[in-house]
């Protein structure tokens, strides 16, 4: 027994060993229920339930994601902890707020101080994301809000208007702050916040983690924040054992405040440290992407080209002109990879960004060699989502109150979102039949029938109006879900329906509970108020998603490059889309907010410079590509495009370390790629 | 490829510094620049990790220089690589999206083209129109009778629009926020006149609705990179590295702010060249751009000049006319100040030497006519270039306009003309829209029609009809169309074959046409579920394949995406519709110049168009019509006639623009604005005659008439001093 630290490339083992170890502890008649297995996110868990096994068990291991660990035990402590927190004494439990009711409220909250960002351009959905960000920061970073202007300003090196923009946004912050603890409300970095400041330090909260998690069992510890490494320094205080690993290349979860550095500082509370070797970089092993991976990276990180080349099959490049004859060439290497017996479902398609032309293309393209499609896009807004529309425009169809008219084509295009096999086409000629019957029209009788059972469920929900997630969840367990409508064959769009769901239903809970009320209206407002937020993109909830789907059989994954890394995927077959992209290498800059100046080691504090920002780029692109080759078995393809989806040339980083390494140099036809 | 020997020194000469290469029409400046970028190239002056940058106009030229050093490099064994060519705006794109927090922006920041914020900048004017109301109105001309009014008031609600414009550019350029303007305007320094004060509202206006979408427009852009490379040294010094030298083209245009991203970028090399012809700075109408800066910046004692004065482009009477208008501008123009500033007499055209492999048309002549008035010199001129293209069908020629709204009288003409010869086309109307542009918007607003109203075929039929000449196989194609169940054409059930009347049972070829568009349209319905702009997007990913097509079909969903947002209601049928707009010219498309558009003059038909997009381009005979002293006016004082006659001759935007300068300290605040802005325009028209001139390879033919609004008006003094009649 002991503390042990594991750290080695993915797909060396590594959570194999410490499933291994989880069913040691069970077998060797460890109570089950001091056993605390930790994970960044809920797909991290599936191998540890499974290995629970079938057996009938009165107690339970504790498998907990990062973040529900803190809230639950927010909760659990929270009428402990609220008075010295600020909260009323009336607040006996936490209301909890999500992303997109945060963004509803500080949306009130911000107007008297919009002069202050006058040189800044972006919207105001923008403009609060980095607000909420700059509040999450800080609590998973751990300094007080108090504290976030004058780092920033620190770091800021230009023009002093920038200085009175980070001062208002500090101040948009501690109002928001304000109006929480008065009205009992918890939004996530509030939830953090109680959790570092009134429990870590609390003697009762050690005594109590103390008696509870005598085993301890974390992974991929790297994409935690510097609270959630806290935590895990108090329980290698605390624990008898404890089995800490991490992935390196790793810390893909950046704007959650994943710091990887923060992770290696619990290597010195541990008794040993394991640097788990790859055996797939032994001398004498079989040429793969791990070769790869690791001369890729060494040619980002030191700019040279790479001392040990990688076998040229472990990856191709191909470069056409045009940006749609990039996805076509995609599409056919795809299906030729299909055709010599690959499964769909081991080939993943990767990009920077992942748009709806993309999307739509490369589904069209091996629609046509009947190859499925299967996108994540977490952090897409709501209303960008074509099924979350179509509901929207049903929604609309019911509920009088909704503003918003709806032409028979918003109707015909709802109708085909949601009805299995119907076309635009036919969709049209079904609203335009309208009251008559249907009889005679060249439409299978079996969509008519769709189309009659969903009138008639509108035709009732309209007189019960209800509540719009209640409507949309009705809609979805009576209809829409039945044979023959999307729900039912669709997993991608039963989930983007259960979050218009919980995100409706959140907005109304908090609400209700907190006993607000929208502006200045009446209760039946409140819905009018979420449709207006939803449409106006103010709901643009970007956080990675707790839950990331499986990915279906006949179904290539198409994915962001950072949502495949943080989902744990892992495939034979890699595409690289958009080579060129800068997107490849930026992060997402915003003017009022920074990763790496409000970290906890990223950042001295001495004016954050050029230089720092281009290391930074480098590191982040060598984690990323290296993270997603160590998790390639086969190879990888690289495409690129001389022109962009826009008409225009890019440039990236990622292309120069390449063509360092002799990939892509000969079909460049424009420029070297100059070092960034 | 050989050069001349003044382009061969230039290229041959030139290690780095700063470099102004003063060119005449027709000189071959952007040889020299693809010259000397694949010269630096071979002689290894650009190290690995870094490119030659050159910088265009417009992005046409962009591929016509890559070809073109791509061309020169590969002729020298050398890898085609080790350059970029980018125009102004993609260059600031380039700094900004790679430091979007330096700049005040974040990285999802959308870059209006001209199309989107020329409509926010409407809806603001018609906002303080409205707000203003009477005192608006006051600003017209009293003298005037109430038919007058009527016409002058919508007049004025145009110009308002163009002042407006005027001023959110000018003000962008010197770096003042709608704050700054509207603070110097309630200030005691300067009494700010009405003009101004009506431009700020607008400007305040323009910029909060810009802003609160998150919106850019060009100069915004501009100025978010001279931002972004002023926040922080380091970065601009990286640049700097990455682009050791920066060669510039069309420097006589360059506005402030493009002027500063530039000299920021070579702060420290200091390699820069810019080439340019100070006599054709015709941009003051269109942009922030200021004559004066590449003046100056020839005149600065580290700049080194080098001529490139030799032009092959039109005979030895049109050279003599062009450099006789220079030299009567520098000597004997009245107007002493207009002397000064007007045009350079510091390069001179002079014609090929005879090894060279371009010559000067031998031979052409120059005719000067007066007209009774307008109508007569539009039916003569018309008549006359018609006579031209049918005699000589191997040979171009084009009728330019100072007005666009004159020049579509002409085309009117033209059209009457045309009726004559019904199997000929006998000129080309390039006052509006570029074909290229209407076409692209044509065939989209169809795709957008029909997948608004797919059980409506004839949509389909439409685009096909907006993409192919094809008249015969058209009608062959509705009819077929119309015969066919939309259902089972593009949507089949899986078992089922689309059948059609036996009677009509087309062939293979013609059966593989119909379902090769029945699947683009059944592709085009799956991606109408997504948001309009990525649905124009993914449909001209299917129709065109030309490079400019594509930026054209972009720039047309770009501006479709701001649409849909400030009309959060609207439908495809509508989106379709402002696509409409722009294919049947009831909307501008921006583009200032033809060349822009990529067109080219056609052998044995009339080109119509304006003085201003005439620029680049040559034609064999040039007719310049209205050139009187209305147009082209040559005193500032009482007898200046400039073109609002509605506002007793005041230029608005040209005012507001000087005071405005003023204000900001760029010139003397004391001094007589309104005179001064006449004083400009005075110049700027002599330049415009002088770009006009030299469009012309062999003849001229220059005309104007003597009424204008019932008034007598006389032969541009210019002209009449060049003894030509």
Not at chain 1, 8 to 18: D, S, V
Not at chain 1, 226 to 241: K, N, S, W
Not at chain 1, 260 to 272: M, T, V
């Amino acid at each position: 027994m002991g503390r042990y630290y594991l750290v080695g490339h993915p797909g060396t083992g590594k959570t194999a060993r410490l499933v291994q170890q989880f069913a040691a502890l069970l077998d060797a008649g460890v109570r089950p229920d001091r056993i605390l297995v930790l994970v960044p996110q809920e797909s991290g868990a599936r191998r540890f339930q499974l290995a629970l096994g079938a057996t009938k068990r009165r107690l339970l291991p504790h498998i907990e994601t990062f973040s529900g660990l803190i809230q639950r035990h927010v909760a659990l402590f929270f009428p402990r902890i609220a008075p010295r927190a600020g909260f009323p004494a009336s607040a006996r439990e936490p209301i909890w707020v999500n992303v997109e009711l945060a963004q509803y409220l500080l949306d009130q909250l911000i107007a008297p101080y919009l002069d202050q960002f006058s040189d800044l351009r972006m919207t105001r959905a923008r403009l609060l994301v980095q607000i909420l960000d700059n509040m999450n920061r800080a609590a998973l970073t751990g300094f007080p809000l108090e504290a976030l202007a004058e780092r920033l300003s620190a770091a800021w090196r230009g023009e002093a208007s920038r200085r009175r923009a980070y001062q208002a946004a500090q101040a948009v912050a501690l109002d928001f702050r304000r109006f929480c603890l008065a009205h009992g409300l918890v939004d996530f970095s509030l939830g953090v916040e109680l959790f570092r400041a009134h429990l870590l330090s609390a003697d009762f909260y050690r005594e109590y983690v103390a008696a509870h998690y005598r085993h301890v069992l974390a992974d991929n510890i790297e994409e935690g924040a510097p609270v959630i490494h806290d935590f895990l320094g108090l329980l290698l205080e605390t624990a008898e054992d404890a089995w800490l690993v991490e992935d390196d290349p790793g810390g893909y979860r950046l704007n959650l405040g994943a710091e990887p550095e923060s992770a290696r500082a619990l290597r010195a509370a541990c008794d040993q440290v394991e640097h788990v070797p790859d055996a797939r970089l032994a001398d004498g092993a079989p040429p793969s992407p791990a070769h790869f991976a690791r001369a890729l990276m060494e040619a980002i990180i030191e700019r040279r080209r790479p001392a040990c080349l990688p076998h040229p099959q472990t990856a191709e490049f191909a470069c056409p002109r045009y940006w749609v004859n990039m996805v076509q060439a995609v599409a056919e290497r795809i299906a030729a990879l299909v055709a010599q017996g690959t499964p769909a479902s081991a080939i993943a398609v990767v990009a920077p960004m992942v748009e709806d032309i993309l999307q739509f293309e490369l589904a069209e393209r091996l629609g046509a060699h009947q190859i499925g499609l299967h996108t994540l896009r977490p952090s897409r807004p709501l209303i960008d989502q074509p099924l979350v529309r179509a509901l929207l425009t049903l929604a609309r169809l019911a509920r009088a109150d909704l503003d918003g008219r709806v032409t028979p084509q918003d109707m015909a295009r709802a109708l085909a979102g949601v009805i299995a096999g119907l076309d635009v086409l036919r969709a049209q000629r079904l609203v335009e039949a309208g009251q008559r019957e249907g009889a005679g029209m060249p439409i299978d009788p079996s969509l008519q029938a769709r189309y009659a059972a969903l009138r008639a469920w509108l035709a009732e929900a309209a007189q019960a109006a209800l509540p719009l997630d209640v409507f949309w969840e009705r809609l979805g367990a009576e209809v829409l879900s039945q044979p023959g409508f999307v729900l039912a064959a669709d997993a991608e769009a039963a989930a983007v329906c259960a979050k218009l769901v919980a995100s409706a239903r959140a907005f109304r809970r908090a609400f209700q509970l907190a006993g607000l009320r929208a502006p200045g209206a009446h209760e039946d407002a409140l819905d009018l108020a979420y449709v207006e937020a939803l449409t106006q993109r103010l709901l643009a909830a970007e956080y990675a998603p707790e839950r990331l789907p499986e990915v279906p059989a006949g179904h290539v994954l198409l994915a962001p490059a950072h949502t495949y890394l943080t989902g744990g995927y892992r495939s034979r077959y890699q595409f690289w889309l958009d080579i060129r992209s800068p997107s490849w290498h930026q992060r997402f800059h915003q003017p009022l907010t920074h990763p790496y100046v409000l970290s906890r080691a990223g950042w001295t504090g001495d004016g954050w410079t050029d230089a720092d920002e281009q290391r930074a780029s480098r590191d982040l692109l060598a984690r990323v590509v290296g993270g997603l080759a160590f998790r390639c078995d086969a190879r990888i393809y690289l495409f690129a495009s001389a022109l962009n989806a826009s008409g225009e040339e890019d440039d990236s980083m990622l292309a120069g370390a390449l063509e360092r390494m002799g990939v892509g140099g000969a079909n460049a036809n424009a420029a070297r790629v100059g070092e960034r | 490829m050989r050069l001349r020997a003044q382009q061969h020194e230039i290229v041959a000469g030139y290690r780095g510094g700063k470099l102004a290469i003063a060119a005449v029409p027709g000189s071959g400046k952007t040889q020299t620049l693809a010259a000397l970028a694949a010269h630096l190239l071979t002689q290894g002056l650009v190290g690995p990790e870094s490119e030659v940058l050159v910088v265009t106009f417009t992005n046409s030229a962009v591929e016509n220089v890559r070809a073109r050093i791509r061309a020169m490099l590969r002729a020298a064994g050398s890898d085609a690589t080790g350059f970029r060519v980018l125009t102004l705006h993609s260059l600031a794109n380039a700094i900004v999206r790679e430091r979007p927090d330096l700049a005040g922006v974040a990285y999802d920041y959308r870059v209006d083209d001209e199309l989107s914020s020329e409509q926010t900048l409407l809806d603001a004017t018609e906002w303080v129109i409205q707000r203003e109301g009477a005192r608006w109105r006051a600003m017209i001309a009293e003298s005037l009778t109430a038919q007058q009014r009527a016409e002058a008031e919508a007049r004025w609600r145009e110009d308002t629009t163009r002042l407006g414009t005027e001023v959110v550019r000018v003000a962008k350029n010197l770096r003042l926020t709608p704050e700054a303007v509207c603070d110097y305007c309630a200030g005691a320094q300067i009494n700010a006149s009405p003009f101004l004060q009506l431009g700020a509202a607008i400007y305040a206006r323009y910029d909060s609705a810009m802003r609160a979408t998150g919106r850019l427009d060009f100069d915004d852009l501009l100025w978010a990179a001279v931002r972004a490379l002023n926040n922080d040294e380091d970065f601009r010094r990286r640049l700097g590295q990455r682009w050791p030298f920066i060669l510039e083209d069309e420097a006589q245009d360059s506005t402030p702010l493009q002027e500063l991203m530039l000299e920021l970028l070579s702060r420290d090399h200091g390699n820069w060249v810019r080439v340019g012809d100070p006599n054709q700075a015709i941009m003051t109408t269109f942009t922030a751009s200021d004559v004066r800066l590449f003046r100056r910046f020839m005149q600065r004692p580290e700049v080194t000049v080098m001529p490139l004065s030799v032009s092959g482009r039109s005979a030895p009477p049109i050279i003599r006319l062009a450099n006789a208008l220079v030299r009567w501008a520098r000597r004997e123009h009245p107007e002493p100040w207009v002397r000064g500033h007007a045009l350079s007499d510091d390069v001179l055209i002079h014609p090929t030497s005879p090894d060279d492999p371009q010559q000067n048309p031998a031979e052409g002549d120059i005719r000067v006519r007066g007209f009774q008035d307008e109508a007569d010199e539009i039916e003569a001129v018309a008549k006359g270039a018609v006579d031209y293209v049918l005699r000589h069908p191997d040979r171009t020629c084009a009728i330019l306009t100072p007005t666009n709204a004159l020049g579509q009288r002409v085309a009117q003409a033209l059209q009457k003309l045309q009726a004559r010869y019904p199997d000929k086309a006998l000129y080309q109307d390039q006052l509006r829209n570029p074909p290229s542009v209407r076409k692209v918007a044509r065939a989209l607003a169809h795709a957008l029609r029909f997948c608004s109203q797919p059980t409506h075929l004839g949509s389909l039929a439409d685009v096909r009809a907006a993409l192919l000449e094809d008249a015969q196989n058209d009608r062959r194609f509705r009819t077929l169309l119309r015969s066919a169940q939309p259902e089972a054409l593009l949507f089949p059930a899986p078992d089922g074959q689309p059948a059609l009347p036996p009677n009509l049972s087309p062939d293979a070829e013609e059966w593989a046409a119909l379902r090769a568009w029945a699947n683009h349209a059944a592709e085009w319905l799956r991606a109408s579920l997504l948001p309009v702009d990525q649905l124009v997007l993914a449909i001209a990913q299917q129709l065109f394949s030309a490079d400019a097509e594509l930026a054209i079909a972009h720039s047309l969903a770009a501006s479709l995406r701001r649409y849909m947002l400030t009309h959060p209601q609207a439908q495809l049928a509508d989106a379709a519709r402002e696509l409409s707009a722009i294919a049947e010219n009831r909307r501008r498309y921006p583009s200032n110049f033809l060349a822009d558009a990529g067109f080219q003059p056609a052998p044995g038909q009339v080109t119509v168009t304006t003085m201003h997009k005439a620029k680049g381009l040559e034609w064999d005979r040039v007719y310049l019509i209205s050139v009187d002293e209305v147009e082209f006016p040559h005193s500032a004082d009482g007898g200046f006639r400039g073109q609002l006659w509605y506002l007793d001759g005041r230029d608005p935007a040209l005012e507001a623009r000087t005071q405005l300068e003023a204000l900001a300290g760029q010139r003397d605040a004391g001094g007589d604005l309104i005179k001064e802005a006449r004083l400009e325009y005075i110049a700027e028209r002599l330049r415009l005659l002088y770009v006009g001139i030299t469009r012309a390879r062999r003849d001229l033919r220059i005309s104007f008439s003597r009424q204008r609004r019932g008034q007598p008006v006389n032969l541009a003094l210019a002209v009449r001093m060049l003894n030509l009649t």
